[in-house]
């Protein structure tokens, strides 16, 4: 089985500046969104490795307003179909019923972690990603009240977990990856956490489109 984690690091961009506390505020978020500043994302696609045809999903990405705000993440159970334990935002197909992305990524919310919609405020969408098995996901960032509960679905989450915004927010700790994939090198972002005596390994997807909300926040 493939282990992203062994793969070697080939850079860590500590010498890029942090988004302050001050940018991490409910107020900075709402303002941010509100009025967005010229930028582009630093990472749009990843390799494919199928044929299938574009398929369409959101995520959610759920930033909790704590003393310090978090980010809430799912390692998804081992027996899923795709992406099988691995960490990623609640989410997942846009489905014909959905009126839009950012309602697709609510109802997968609740459906995965239990988050009551009347609890988000969502703020906005990031650009698109595609990932290397050709979903076109768009990534629905909103604001969550503490006291919400979160109650994760045992189907498809094997355990939900929240890191600091600041943490994901600072280069320092945003890991460059590189390997040869069947003759063509690959490249990735990662930003291990250490979670108490366990390391939470975010890579791929999940740490592209992190990577591209440092960009929006930082420009």
């Known amino acids: 089985m493939f282990d992203p984690s062994t793969v070697p690091v080939v850079g860590v961009d500590d010498h890029l500046p942090r988004v302050l506390?001050?940018?991490?505020?409910?107020?900075?978020?709402?303002?941010?969104?509100?009025?967005?500043?010229?930028?582009?994302?630093?990472?749009?696609?990843?390799?494919?490795?199928?044929?299938?045809?574009?398929?369409?999903?959101?995520?959610?990405?759920?930033?909790?307003?704590?003393?310090?705000?978090?980010?809430?993440?799912?390692?998804?159970t081992a027996h899923l179909p795709t992406h099988a334990g691995q960490i990623a935002f609640p989410g997942g197909k846009i489905d014909p019923h959905d009126r839009s992305a950012t309602a697709a990524a609510v109802r997968e919310a609740h459906e995965e972690v239990g988050l009551?919609?009347?609890?988000?405020?969502?703020?906005g969408s990031l650009p698109e990603y595609v990932t290397a098995t050709a979903f076109v996901v768009t990534p629905v960032v909103a604001l969550v009240p503490?006291?919400?509960?979160?109650?994760?679905?045992?189907?498809?989450?094997?355990?939900?977990?929240?890191?600091?915004?600041?943490?994901?927010m600072d280069p320092a700790h945003h890991r460059r990856h590189e390997m040869l994939w069947e003759g063509q090198p690959r490249q990735w972002f990662s930003m291990p956490y250490r979670d108490g005596a366990r390391e939470?390994?975010?890579?791929?997807?999940?740490?592209?489109?992190?990577?591209?909300?440092?960009?929006?926040?930082s420009a």
């Open 21 to 76: 506390p001050q940018g991490l505020t409910a107020e900075a978020l709402r303002a941010r969104f509100l009025m967005p500043p010229v930028w582009e994302p630093e990472v749009r696609r990843e390799p494919r490795f199928t044929d299938h045809p574009p398929r369409h999903a959101a995520v959610l990405v759920p930033v909790f307003l704590r003393d310090e705000p978090t980010v809430l993440l799912t390692e998804r």
């Open 116 to 123: 009551d919609p009347a609890d988000l405020e969502v703020l």
């Open 146 to 168: 503490a006291h919400a509960a979160v109650r994760p679905n045992p189907h498809e989450v094997a355990e939900a977990f929240e890191v600091p915004l600041a943490f994901l």
């Open 200 to 217: 939470r390994f975010i890579w791929g997807a999940t740490a592209a489109m992190l990577r591209n909300l440092y960009r929006f926040l």
